[in-house]
């Protein structure tokens, strides 16, 4: 595409100038962008089938066009910046290898089936649940004489049964198969069997005293589940 088509292009993108309109601007020696701002309302309006009007509008449309594209570009260097500085940031982070549990081959396999088993489990509602406002969706066993959900009736969602809870050898487990030792202070970690068990900071401990309890368990090889910075 040459000077003279985008010159075109960009004038009949204005409302109210078609592709005739243009070419007489651009024969009328205003041949470029430059020119037009440039140009007074009254020299426009000299051209024919130009008003007053019209040559306003194509000033002040060009302006604000301008003034719209260096906006953009100056969002899209501010974009380029924050990505590149995300860019060093990953680079410097380090992957940080998790400490695994030692387990048997048999708690290995229950841990499969316990998460193959929690993927179809199905989602246990009180009774009722939907219907009134003051109901919690928690659990709670029905008890009515006529309870659709208490006789087990098949349109009716399902109820606790011993039959969906999961392995013996894999139950009250960390998915990772860790045995899961709240602590709330330095000392609680003495306790703790780094091979099969891993710690969790209690909710109660403050920023300062988990940080230390994070940097001694990373000296005694002691897995922490919820990590400040993970």
């Not at 570009?73 to 695994?100: A, L």
Request: aromatic content about 6%; proline content about 3%; overall charge positive.
């Amino acid at each position: 595409m040459n000077d003279k088509e985008e010159f075109i292009k960009k004038l009949t993108s204005i409302e109210g100038i078609g592709r005739a309109k243009a070419l007489q601007i651009y024969e009328n020696n205003f041949d470029s962008i430059e020119k037009i701002k440039k140009a007074s309302i009254e020299d426009l309006a000299k051209i024919k089938g130009i008003s007053k009007d019209l040559a306003k509008k194509i000033k002040d449309n060009l302006e604000t066009k301008e003034t719209e594209e260096a906006k953009t570009t100056e969002k899209e260097e501010k974009i380029e910046k924050k990505e590149e500085e995300v860019e060093i940031v990953e680079k410097e982070k380090k992957y940080e290898v998790k400490i695994k549990p030692e387990l048997l081959p048999q708690i290995k396999k229950a841990l499969r089936i316990k998460k193959t088993l929690k993927e179809k489990k199905p989602e246990f509602l009180r009774q009722e649940w939907f219907r009134y406002k003051r109901l919690s969706e928690n659990w709670r066993r029905p008890k009515g004489l006529t309870s659709k959900m208490r006789k087990h009736m098949k349109y009716r969602i399902s109820t606790v049964k011993i039959g969906f809870r999961s392995p013996r050898e894999a139950r009250y487990l960390h998915p990772s198969g860790f045995e899961e030792i709240t602590v709330c202070n330095v000392k609680d970690l003495e306790k703790i069997d780094g091979k099969r068990q891993a710690a969790r900071i209690s909710g109660t401990v403050g920023t300062r005293k988990r940080i230390e309890i994070e940097k001694k368990a990373d000296e005694m090889g002691i897995r922490i589940l919820n990590k400040l910075n993970k």
